[in-house]
Nanobody
Framework: QVQLVESGGGLVQPGGSLVLSCAVS????????MGWYRQAPGKQRELVAD???????NYADSVKGRFAISRSSAKNMVYLQMNSLKSEDTAVYYC???????????????WGQGTQVTVSS
């Protein structure tokens, strides 16, 4: 079983910064791509950024230049540095990880429970 736990969400003023963290735990053989998604009220969940196991990153156009995704393979963690936050960044942020368990021959995508980010003055 694999678990993902996000942390770091909260209330921040426009123009401010936050760092989200996501810890992956469990019987893990290998972690492949990891990513951050968000879902605002009344909207579909959307990709914010993802990072492959070789470090290649991908960002939504709306966050390019403001957000940065990174990972620590040693700690099984993925991070999202969010700068110059805007009100439209308000959403529940979810991390995911494409992970192979020690007793599995294939990988599966696991999700965290989400963390709320509110950008408001």
């Amino acid at each position: 079983q694999v678990q993902l736990v996000e942390s770091g969400g909260g209330l921040v003023q426009p123009g401010g910064s936050l760092v989200l963290s996501c810890a992956v735990s469990g019987s893990i053989f290998s972690i492949y791509a990891m990513g951050w998604y968000r879902q605002a009220p009344g909207k579909q969940r959307e990709l914010v950024a993802d990072i492959a196991d070789d470090g290649i990153t991908n960002y939504a156009d709306s966050v390019k230049g403001r957000f940065a995704i990174s990972r620590s393979s040693a700690k099984n963690m993925v991070y999202l540095q969010m700068n110059s936050l805007k009100s439209e960044d308000t959403a529940v942020y979810y991390c995911n990880a494409n992970t192979r368990g020690v007793r599995s021959t294939s990988s599966s995508v696991y999700w965290g429970q989400g963390t709320q980010v509110t950008v408001s003055s």
